[in-house]
């Protein structure tokens, strides 16, 4: 009889247990269904929720990208956080499957809650807080999503599919603008003040350049770079207006900060060289210069190169590195330029006379500078002359230069013949040896036959 009952009592206590094993199994399973996705307010508190942490009441639920309807935030769950939950859950039955079931409902009457479905797998919950936010009932708000949600499965025809992205996406665009309409009119506002006020900095930083410079390529680089500068700062501001994240910007300029260095290398070269020229001045527009294997006159100086025009007519663009690396020969940095000229007379003729008349052409020559007054050396002791220096003062420019060279070189030659001195030629002395006997003979019937 005890056997019995220990028997009987042994048999309870397996039931008990087992009972209480599928009844925690029961209420995990439940749970687990509720936390999948997300956790339902109580009853005490489905009514006063709190606003969200990132300012996010409600949160688009999203078929193959197109917006289907929005769900709201419950207590311990953003709807930020709840839509990206049900978006993953959707993104995965459309991955694995080309054709998607029937959405149904299964309402959860006792614990004011209704479940969306595709082939028994749980999509989203809808809850009492979801109701009353609507102002429906859950059972009607639950098939309500339920066929928005078979509409949006159900894939259209190419050309349809086409025409609503395309609609969506202007809609999308439209509603963007409106959103963005007072940050769009602040930003144009700011470009507008922008172009008025860098119009007016660059005509003020010109005015004040002509009255303290005098040099037109300076004045062009001050009212360049006031322009620019204050383009620079209108952009900033128009930018910040509209909310451009300044500091996400710079990270992306340092990182291709590099490359574009790289990249553009010879070009901002040529800049930085044209900026430089600029500021030092070693010529200006209408100088007459010598660069490398060019000479001529700057007709205009950029800052990506300079335009030099030649003696014969030729136009030369030469990038500004390349002219802050030459030797630059300005010619008429100075208004007078010396020029010379070589004259050769006679070993007997004298020299003191020479100079005389020479002297008395340089002063009736008009274009000849008396200060620095004109002298006159003896150069050298050649094989048949005595070379004299002539060194004077003329134009710097390069038409009168040659004009008085042309007209005082003339003037001596004149002057000198006129005055009786020689200017004789070189003078060869031919020495032959060992003449040839047979030569000797020509010329000497040469000569007899002359006779």
């Known amino acids: 009889m005890k056997n019995l009952l220990d028997r009987l009592r042994l048999s309870n206590s397996r039931w008990l247990s087992l009972a209480l094993v599928a ?39 999203l078929v193959r990208g197109k917006p289907v309807f929005q769900v709201g935030s419950l207590a311990q769950v ?21 054709t998607v079931g029937e959405v149904t409902v299964k309402l959860d009457s006792p614990r004011k809650i209704a479940t969306l479905q595709i082939n028994n797998r749980i999509i989203m919950t ?35 599919d086409v025409g609503q992205r395309l609609s969506e996406t202007v809609r999308q665009m439209l509603k963007d603008t409106v959103n963005n309409l007072p940050s769009l009119l602040g930003a144009l506002v700011i470009v507008g003040i922008t172009w008025g006020t860098a119009q007016g900095v660059r005509y003020a930083a010109f005015s004040w350049a002509q009255q303290t410079e005098g040099d037109s390529s300076t004045e062009i680089l001050i009212g360049r770079l006031s322009y620019g500068g204050i383009w620079v700062l209108g952009s900033i501001i128009a930018l910040g207006v509209l909310g451009l994240d300044f500091g996400a910007l710079l ?38 210069v010598s660069i490398g294997e060019y000479e001529g006159t700057i007709a205009q100086i950029q800052l990506r ?68 007054a004109p002298d006159i050396l003896v150069r050298e002791l050649a094989a048949s002359t005595v070379n004299l220096e002539i060194r004077f003062w003329v134009d710097s420019r390069r038409g009168g230069f040659l004009a008085a060279t042309s007209e005082l070189t003339q003037a001596i030659k004149e002057a000198l013949e006129e005055a009786n001195i020689e200017m004789p030629t070189d003078i060869y002395t031919l020495i032959f040896r060992n003449f040839p006997s047979q030569v000797e003979l020509k010329t000497n019937n040469v000569s007899s036959h002359n006779h």
């Not at 992306?252 to 800049?271: H, P």
């Open 251 to 288: 990270g992306a300029l340092g990182l291709t900060s590099v490359a574009i260095g790289f990249s553009l290398k010879d070009v901002l070269s040529n800049y930085i060289s044209g900026v430089i020229l600029l500021a030092a001045r070693p010529f200006r527009i209408n100088d007459q």
């Open 23 to 61: 009844t925690g199994f029961f209420c995990i399973s439940t749970t687990s269904v509720l936390t999948q996705e997300e956790i339902l307010p109580t009853e005490s508190n489905s009514r006063s929720i709190s606003a969200p942490s990132d300012g996010i009441y409600f949160a688009d639920i």
């Open 78 to 98: 953003s709807a930020r956080e709840r839509a990206k939950i049900i978006n993953r859950r959707i993104a995965s039955i459309l991955t694995q499957s080309e």
């Open 305 to 372: 190169a300079t335009t030099m025009k030649t003696y014969d007519g030729r136009l030369v663009y030469i990038p500004n590195q390349e002219v802050f690396q030459a030797s630059i020969i300005n010619n008429t940095a100075s208004p007078r330029r010396r020029s010379s000229v070589i004259v050769g007379i006679d070993y007997a003729e004298e020299i003191d006379k020479a100079k005389q008349v020479i002297y008395q052409i340089l002063d009736k020559i008009e274009k000849v500078e008396k200060n620095p």
């Open 126 to 160: 809808v809850t009492q807080q979801d109701a009353e936010d609507l102002s429906l009932d859950i059972e009607a708000l639950a098939q309500k999503w339920a066929n928005q949600l078979n509409r949006a499965f159900d894939k259209p025809p190419l050309a349809l």
